[in-house]
């Protein structure tokens, strides 16, 4: 086998030799770590968040330069990859090699056709999104982490700069407005992080040293939002993929051969049935009542303050995973952690409810990060949307047996080409999945917690039709904003900040009810052939061991491939692969 490749001080991780072993298999692993070591080495916020801090007072390039530089690198690294002759591997590893294909094509799509990055200047929200693990998370000291940020801080002005030179024709002026509104958010989060260093009582050369950095940052970061205004008043008010493109997108997307108008029907047809089942169980609750009137007689049923609300999305959580373990439908690991924070300022117009953070795979102590939103531009209304049957469903999502669980656990395997792979129909698909299935058990099934199952499915509906219809240009952003409140009754703030999401992130949206009913799909094939002796929890356990894949790789992987490998290896060896 080939030295293990280091990045930063950290050993990546590699398979155990396959039972078949192919003479290729290590000549695969080498371009796989080499990619992944460039791909760290060029993105230190990257690095950040998968736990490697060799790099954590600096900030990427994000000049256009080096964004073309990483498309022709990618071109170069899929040919050597296509170049290695599948006959030479071992089972497992054809199908690493096939996922890191999937993978590098979808990317080369992503950066080459969509070209999302030249149509929006995006470098606010990497300011935030660089500073947010290192506020966040405990890894290292203290002072450490906030010499870190002060760092990056110092860093703003070129950072921004460098961001410029990636405009290209006309800018889409919906994403720049909301840049220029990230640009008022910020300055609150450099403050906050500002305030976090004085109660520490650092030393006060370091303390002056981060004041500096920020008084610098604050400055910078509005000088471009006045160059982003000039963008507007030539900018264009289309952003749709178009037809062509988007079924483009979808087919790149591995959606078990689903194509866009396939999805769109199924959108369709799940909006319908959740409307039925929110329409029974508001019956379940008062059979006199409109249903829309119970509807928002459950909304109204909150805790009285964001900090209490806080309080019983963490008891919800605490809840759940041990109804998980009581029941044994899962196996939990004893040392995952999650912490519960209200969102960082910057992200409250992007993220109007709740979010997650996987925990970085290469640090000593990882943790999840389960972000919930206060409210959107200060709506006094938004406690009703932290209703306590939607903290119980959203508690499932976001952590047990949702998001934290499924990425706590899928951060383990060590496969490099599985880490960096991008399936949301699956993560996001795992959430949705996670609140059926937990009802179907009998973790909160009175009838409120149905209605906020049901309304939380007809979101994710919405979702589906949205974001196929908005991005082939079939229906605007204010109709979509309509829509969503009809159905999901949403504060008109929080679908407003909604629908600005869908926007910018074709495809994704649709991935949350799309994943579920796939996964719902699987566990009937995998019902219908283990016959009696299919069990839930080795069901469960065999998706979340083998990472966060596309869903039609999943269906591989249960019907075969790869297998005599995945009894070789039982994870990532943490204290080998870190320094």
């Known amino acids: 086998m080939s030295d293990r490749q280091m990045v930063g001080g950290v050993a990546l991780p590699r398979p155990a030799p396959a039972p078949d072993r192919g003479p290729l298999d290590d000549t695969f692993y080498d371009l ?116 870190a940020m002060a760092g990056r801080l110092e860093a703003v002005p070129a950072h921004l700069l460098a961001h410029r030179t990636r405009a290209e024709g006309r800018q889409v002026r919906l994403w720049q407005e909301l840049e220029i509104a990230s640009a008022r958010d910020l300055p609150s989060f450099l403050a906050e992080i ?14 002056r040293r981060l004041e500096r950095a920020v008084e610098r940052a604050d400055t910078a970061v509005a000088d471009h939002a006045s160059w982003v205004e000039t963008s507007l008043p030539g900018g264009t008010s289309e952003w749709a993929l178009g037809r062509e493109r988007y079924d483009a997108l979808v087919a790149h997307r591995a959606f078990d051969g689903l194509d866009a108008d396939a999805i769109l029907a199924i959108g369709e047809e799940q909006l319908a049935l959740h409307h039925a089942a929110r329409a029974a169980a508001a019956h379940e609750v008062d059979a006199d009542a409109p249903e829309l009137e119970v509807v928002e007689r459950i909304k109204s049923d909150h805790p009285a303050t964001f900090e209490d609300a806080l309080v019983e999305y963490r008891e919800a959580m605490a809840r759940a995973r041990q109804f998980l373990v009581d029941r044994r439908l899962v196996s939990v690991p004893d040392d995952e952690r999650v ?73 383990r395997h060590p496969s490099l080409t599985r880490l960096l792979t991008d399936a949301p129909e699956f993560v996001e698909g795992w959430g949705m999945y996670s609140e059926q299935m937990m009802r179907e058990e009998g973790f909160d099934d009175g009838p409120a917690f149905r209605i906020g199952l049901a309304t939380d499915a007809i979101w994710r509906a919405c979702r589906i039709i949205l974001d196929i219809r908005m991005h082939r240009g079939e229906i605007s952003t204010e109709a979509a904003t309509e829509f969503l409140i009809e159905h999901t009754r949403f504060e008109r703030p929080n679908a407003v900040a909604e629908v600005r999401r869908y926007t910018s992130s074709p495809t994704y949206q649709l991935s949350y009810l799309l994943g579920k009913v796939l996964i719902l799909g699987l566990r009937d094939d995998e019902r219908q052939r283990r016959g009696g002796s299919f069990s839930l929890r080795e069901f469960h356990d065999t998706l979340l061991r083998n990472g966060s894949l596309p869903i039609s790789f999943h269906r591989r992987l249960l019907n075969g491939e790869g297998r005599p490998a995945l009894l070789g290896s039982s994870g990532v060896d943490r204290a080998a692969a870190r320094s």
């Open 32 to 147: 796989v770590e080499a990619r992944v070591a460039r791909v760290i080495n060029n993105d230190p916020v990257t690095a950040t968040y998968l736990g490697i801090h060799a790099w954590d007072d600096r900030l990427p390039d994000p000049s256009r330069d080096r964004i073309l530089g990483d498309l022709a690198d990618d071109r170069r690294h899929l040919a050597m990859i296509e170049a290695v002759d599948p006959a030479g591997l071992s089972a497992m590893v054809r199908f690493e090699r096939d996922l890191e294909i999937h993978n590098v094509r979808r990317a080369i799509f992503d950066t080459d056709v969509i070209r999302r990055w030249e149509r929006h200047s995006s470098g606010i929200d990497s300011i935030g999104d660089a500073l947010f693990p290192l506020f966040t998370r405990d890894f290292g000291t203290p002072a450490e982490r906030y010499a």
């Open 194 to 207: 500002l305030e976090g260093a004085r109660a520490l009582h650092l030393p006060a050369a370091e303390v």
């Open 339 to 411: 912490d519960v924070v209200a969102t960082p300022t910057y992200l409250r117009r992007i993220m109007p409810f709740a979010a997650y953070f996987a925990p970085a795979p290469f640090d000593h102590d990882p943790v999840g990060t389960y972000i919930v939103t206060p409210s959107v531009d200060d709506n006094p209304d938004a406690l009703r949307e932290h209703y306590r049957a939607g903290i119980s469903n959203t508690s499932i999502h976001e952590a047990y047996p949702g998001h934290h669980l499924q990425l706590a656990v899928a951060v």
